[in-house]
């Protein structure tokens, strides 16, 4: 089955990323019919790619059915029509190209034009990348966007890993409907889109809640001591991306977080999230401070159109 193919993708170097595509003929083999830079329209040659690569902000160079883009400092992104392609070779493809994060827009048109009674705007990275659609893909130091790699096993999505260190994750079935696939895929979505269940750590991170914790030098550790109070998910969130942004500086480094709960039920409410979120779960019992995470392993629950090997 053919599908419009809309991928976002970004890396250290996005020079790097366009020329790996170019050379291997995407979007498309030859010249364009039109090339863009910096919003000024260009004769079309056999040098545009290098041409392009000179944009000061942004160039975009169009086929009839396709077109690649850059922003400079954010993004590259490519659009073709009638592709055959499936999770796993887009796997194999994304394990050639010198990429960390990969998003890829809706395949589903009914999605956004309101045909299905609403109009769906889904999550995503940010920072231009495409809002999700059936799937998105991390690489090496992309999946330290990520509250923690446990994140990836737990989501309501099918996850598919590769060589070169490369996780895929599918949030629908490829045919399924446009309505059967907004519902397979929009609890994935908000998991791992900007939101306030998600997993994902956007850069620049809008910090809200001030996190003010004990830090312990000696364990290289921000604590937070909880008494009676819910621990939302936007929190834990934040708490990861204090881990990963190291908002104390250099002369406080943070190599873990640890929520600390006064009321041992309490701790046992939040273990699950916590423990997804790469955060230590600590519970006084019996005068004594005791670790509860260490020692939790729940089997995921994958949604039932992964359970049943869809694709």
């Not at 994935?188 to 997993?199: D, N």
Request: aromatic content about 10%; glycine content about 8%.
């Amino acid at each position: 089955m053919k599908y419009r193919l809309e991928l976002g993708l970004a890396g250290p170097d996005l020079t790097a990323i366009l020329e790996a595509l170019v050379t291997q003929g995407l979007p498309r083999k030859g010249e364009p019919i039109r090339l863009t830079v910096d919003a000024s329209p260009k004769k079309p040659a056999a040098d545009w790619l290098a041409r392009g690569l000179k944009c000061k902000v942004e160039f975009m160079a169009r086929w009839d059915d396709a077109w690649i883009s850059m922003d400079r400092d954010r993004v590259v992104k490519i659009s073709m029509d009638d592709c055959e392609f499936d999770p796993a070779a887009l796997l194999k493809m994304i394990e050639t190209l010198p990429v960390t994060l990969v998003s890829a827009g809706s395949i589903h048109d009914e999605w956004e034009d309101g045909s299905l009674g609403e109009k769906y705007l889904a999550p995503g990275f940010g920072d231009l990348h495409w809002s999700h659609g059936p799937f998105c893909a991390f690489k090496e130091a992309g999946h330290e966007r990520l509250v923690s790699r446990r994140w990836l096993e737990y989501g309501p999505w099918k996850l598919l890993r590769g060589n070169a260190d490369v996780s895929v994750v599918q949030f629908h079935e490829l045919g399924a409907d446009a309505k059967t696939a907004l519902q397979q895929a929009r609890p994935g979505h908000e998991r791992m889109g900007i939101s306030p269940a998600g997993g994902f750590i956007q850069q620049p991170f809008p910090y809200r809640y001030g996190l003010k914790g004990r830090y312990l030098p000696a364990l290289r550790k921000l604590d937070f001591v909880v008494n009676g109070r819910p621990v939302p998910e936007l929190e834990m969130l934040e708490a990861a991306a204090s881990r990963h942004d190291q908002i104390l500086g250099a002369q406080k480094p943070i190599e873990s977080v640890a929520y600390t709960f006064v009321v041992e039920e309490e701790a046992r409410d939040h273990l699950h999230e916590l423990w997804l979120h790469g955060l230590e779960c600590w519970a006084i019992i019996e005068g004594k401070e005791a670790r509860l995470d260490e020692d939790y392993h729940p089997d995921a629950s994958p949604p039932g159109w992964v359970k049943q090997g869809a694709f």
